[in-house]
């Protein structure tokens, strides 16, 4: 009987021994392992999402491979309510083995071009990003950090100015209007604006429309024109009233967009 324990003690110290020598080297060669991220890349789709790819760049410069990688990333908008998420994954990574990972999330911007914060000023959404995966086939790790996207409005500070009147003939009139904003968004905006020009009863007085195409980091400055009746509008008549705005884009539609005047 001393013998099968004896033999059972013996083994068990060999495996502790393998055990601490497995997790010695496992722990050196995660000395040797390398991951960095590079900068975000963003771009606009033409189905209505905003494209964020993030690149990971691992060196597995030790002796063990890494397995089971996988980055999940999670946006956060002003509130904390989520509005979208992701996971990238590999397999395996061999030791000695150099590798580049796209880790790709989609914003859909209709969901948050339908609020005006979102619209027409800038905010700060949060992104939550986990790593984990297992090294030297043995050991779990995962690491996790968030930081703060800007989002930037497509139609940051629009606004209009103060409404003139210009006689054209004895029978019609011209109203124009200034018409202003900055594209801080990370896209280009390129579309049409709808206006419609109403009186203090609510009757239109006048429709007027605009295209545009602003890049990134751009200013659009431009001025509305409506041509009216006198006898639908008068300078009198611009003392009070209101306008309604509707945008067109190939990403997203919104309106109307109301802006008192007088």
């Known amino acids: 009987m001393n013998v099968p324990i004896r033999m059972l003690g013996i083994a068990?110290?060999?495996?502790?021994?393998f055990l601490a020598?497995?997790?010695?080297?496992?722990?050196?060669?995660?000395?040797?392992?390398?991951?960095?991220?590079?900068e975000p890349v963003f771009a606009a789709s033409t189905n209505g999402e905003l494209l964020f790819a993030m690149p990971f760049y691992i060196d597995n410069r030790g002796v063990c491979s890494l397995k089971d990688l996988n980055i999940t990333t999670v946006f956060s908008d002003t509130e904390?309510?989520?509005?979208?998420?992701?996971?990238t994954s590999v397999p395996l990574i061999l030791h000695g083995q150099n590798t580049t990972v796209f880790h790709n999330v989609s914003l859909n911007m209709k969901d948050l071009l339908n609020k005006e914060e979102y619209l027409f000023g800038?905010?700060?959404?949060?992104?939550?990003?986990?790593?984990?995966?297992?090294?030297a086939e043995l050991l779990p790790v995962e690491i996790s950090t968030n930081f703060t996207y800007p989002w930037g409005a497509p139609f940051y500070g629009f606004t209009f100015g103060q409404p003139s009147f210009r006689l054209i003939n004895a029978t019609h009139g011209s109203i124009i209007v200034p018409v202003s904003f900055e594209n801080h968004a990370a896209f280009n905006v390129t579309g049409s604006m709808n206006t419609e020009l109403r009186g203090s009863d609510d009757s239109v007085l006048g429709v007027a429309q605009a295209v545009f195409d602003v890049p990134q980091q751009s200013v659009y400055a431009d001025d509305l024109e409506f041509i009216v009746p006198l006898d639908s509008a008068t300078p009198t008549e611009l003392r009070g009233g209101y306008f309604n705005v509707y945008f067109s884009t190939s990403l997203f539609e919104y309106g109307p967009l109301v802006i008192p005047y007088g």
């Open 12 to 17: 068990t110290v060999i495996l502790w021994v």
């Open 122 to 135: 800038d905010a700060d959404l949060t992104a939550s990003i986990t790593a984990g995966l297992t090294f």
């Open 21 to 38: 020598a497995y997790i010695a080297v496992a722990a050196y060669s995660f000395k040797d392992l390398n991951i960095g991220a590079g």
């Open 80 to 87: 904390g309510a989520k509005i979208s998420t992701a996971s």
